[in-house]
């Protein structure tokens, strides 16, 4: 459904979207209007003063359960991101609990240098407290946000937040609690993914966006609202994908670790694995908590096994120990295939359709958060959609035949998966947005994919119909922080047939012409830290680039190896003077990144800080007339056929890839525009079904992931 | 035609298709030589009862059977049982090639004894690679002696001092076994072998098992009894006696592997069974022990025993299965039974498909209840000589 934004105050006109900007999720407008105002919505310092107060009177950040695995990988994200704001952040926890915030110390160091750790650690305030009395150390700091992340008993929790509110009124508090909702707690939820050193993603539970989730904005973090319901969605898919398989080790005898390969051939996640790797006693308990809640909510579906109630309380790993590797592989019929994607599949579709039913968040949020933070290749919404409503009804149904208890009318919501043509659904990863006179393409996802393509297309489909000449084409701003390239799991299929790989390298650098091709204007921003492969090859298609300044741009192909397919051969070539394709080449025969300030001229066309790249990208899309570089359309002479002074290639297979490269810019270059794309095309497909891919990084996974 | 009203177990019963076993390769030929094979068992059986369509979740108990020592068999049955990925507690019985009845009599006595309904029967043994003990043996002039467990135990039996060849020679020589008899029992009993092959009979009962090395790529496909190859009258005749009626086409071959099946309450098989309608039951066993030397002569008492005490002759039973590790095992059987050898060990025989000892007698029993099944029911004699000159005998019905 396309949307008309709310006119912001002296802005000139109002912005129509084709879905809701996932910004707008947190109260902060459309990414339109953060090229219209040429500076970013919320600003850090006046979100900390807000917050925690202004200097002088500055408050600190108190997180309770600092040593735990979540307490402690929070205390080091917040302590790394305040510390320059002067505010503090008090790790409390029991006398002699573990020292979890001195294990983070080496990834600290890692992080930031040796002094960089050490001024962070300055910031953090370690204070023991009995569970019932508050240390007075920590009267003296005018605590003004509590993180809980102590144990899910809600008892426990309740009288905590108790104490804190008696002791400092006002004070606001976020629990990380898995699974209890925030009507329960009678607090808000931040609820973390994992791993909480670095995983950015928080599910927070508000009535209405605060300013403690648009500070976690401001502060690099990527808050997503959700729906105030019992485990929210992570946990959902998290608990869902692993009872899942519990059930289907129920019902067949297969071991965990065959489950786990066969789960991420189908859907990407390790379920098991991902438990033990956080830790299989207290990964256990929560999703045992978790789905006994949800179980006691909902119903059957989510009722968890016998064999997860014995490891909650025993913490057994779900794989064997080293000495017990397996032993016994499982190969499944066509028949046993189909019984294991619906085991699988059947009550994560069910599942999702109760979170659909309940509104839980938007589309995009419930996607994503399966893919950032619990390894689904495509987010579950995604694979609903790819399935069709009809499937997903039917693969549903199958499963409630081989497990009738889960067929209840509380947890399954056909109707909520019978319509998705709608953009909400459409649109998962991209979205367009535009004021009648400029149109802003936004890319959620930070890899090219399939999906990503189409929904690019329709993007550009829906501003061409809407009449606009002058598109950006940027990030946005919220789930998406970089663009790291083309998701090479795409490129499996291209691995076994050639046809796969040319309707890869045909099909997406045909989207990438559009942006040179249909509209008057158009401009490639890159809002930071990298802009890598074949998302570098989707901006340089288009007529100017500009980029923050401090992004690394690069081809990193080489390495996999591939060639580069969506015309990276010889498209920055027609845009670049001659001098500089020897530098271009040098990147794409090497992998080796440039800084966008290195890259102005020949590659981008300005790098600046963020609020000029806002500036003078607002400036190329609107104004009347821009001077683009120009793209050379007859056949390029002089492209050189060798590259000196190279270093050497790691692998055959990268020497092998430098020539194909080599040749493919030779080729593609020495021919017309309008016949370049079809020998770019060809070229990188045939690489990619050849064995040099195949033996490389690309290979590997596929065989890894899809040969099992 | 006589039968029995006894039941040896009367609310016990071994319920149809629970069951399955591995290929038995030859000793060395395959990645079996490489595995704990206790973990192989306990893995594999998972695999066979889910292609079965038995939840592991329902086996409460557990009774493994092996002969061999293996890394960690300390641990016996719970270790298994883990391996399996379910985490039960169960014991090892031991009874050289008598263990896999031996297992099946003592899981059925759980059953019996109410302590638990369904009860896992899990044999297993590797020959290749066998261990070798170092024991100290202050008799010995040696002081220590080192003992390789498979070989060293078939060539010395401690009690009479004979080899376990030795003593199919001797016994051959008791019951005048003829040379050129021995051989066509081996012969026939290859050809029984194949044509059950052929047939897809084997498939009931044999499932391939895919064995991964330590880095999870694959090691072997156990999908073959390997070894076994079609073999001539000609080829038989002209091979050297290395004792009375042994050669090496009359004698078996050590092997690896595993075989597994579940005894249960009446209610139970019928819930776990995929064909329910059809009762299997143990109806009586005996052992006896011969005279020094004459193991072969061993099981044929033990059958008589058993058929005696049970009012019964081998010709009221429907299928007969030996354990011969010997081609004469089955000349002397007829010999004392006066049962045409022509008419026993129909689908194959551990004289073809080897000897891994612990489940030879389960592979056997499984084999043997497929037969009957397909002759529409009827009383099932499994059979076989153990070191020691010991024959056992168990009576089972299908109906």
Redo the contacts between chains.
Sequence with gaps: MVKTMKKESGAATAVRTLRQPTLDTLGLGTVLDIFRRGALPADPSTLVDEVFGPPGERGCMVISGANGIVGAGKTMQFASRLQPYGVPVVALDFPGAPDGIGMQYPGLVAAFGKEGADRIMADVVRLAYDGRTLPDELMAMNPRFLLEAIPEILEVKRAHYEIFRKAFPGIEIRSVTSGFPSSELGVGVAHPAFPHEINRIWEIVEDEPSAVARLMWALGLTPLPVGDNWSFILDVLFCGIALAGLRY????????WKIDKLVRKLLGPNPFRAHDAIGAKGADFLTWSCLHHLAGTYGEVFRPT??LV?RKDTGQDWY?PNH????????LSDEEQETFRTWILGPLFQMTSLMLHENRAHLAHMNAIGEVCAQFRKGIVAVMRDAGPDEVAAVVEAYHRLHPEAAERTSWFPDAVKDMSSPEWQQLYVNAEHDGHVGVVTLGRESYSWEVDAELNRALDWLVAEGIERVIVTGDFHISTQMVGADTSDFYAALENVEDGLAITNGWSATARRLNDEFRVSVGMIPGKRCLGGMLELMVHCHHVVAVEGTRLGWPEVGLPVVPGMEGCHWPLRKAPEDAWPRILEMLLTGQAVTAKDAVGWLIDYAGPMEDALAQTWKLASAAEGSARTLADGALEGVPTEVTGLPEADSPASEAARAAILRCAHDASGVTLAEALAVQAKQAAEFLAGPDCRGGAVGADYEKTMKV | MSTSDRTLFPATRIPYGTWGSSYFPAWQTSALAEVNIGQFAGESAARILGLRGVPINEMEYLIIGSTIPWHWKFWTAPLVASCMGHRIPGYHVEQACATGLQAVLAGSAEVESGANDVVGVLTFDRTSDSPVGVFPERRAHERTQAIADVWDNFGFDPATGNAMITAAGITARKYKADRSETDDVAFLRYQQYFEAKESGFLDRVLVPLDVLNVQGKPLGRIDSDKGVRQITRATLRGQRELDTCVTSGTQTHASDGMATLLVTSEGKAKELSSRPEIDIRLVGKAEVRAHPSLMPEAPGLAVKKLLDRLGMTVNDVAVLKNHNPFAVNDVIFAKQTGYDWRKMNNTGCSLVWGHPQGPTLTRILIEGLEEAVDLGGGYVLIFGCAAGDVGIAALFKVS
């Design positions: 080790h129920e019902a067949s005898n297969m071991p965990y016998e064999d014995e064997p017990f590797r397996p032993l016994v592989d499982w190969k």
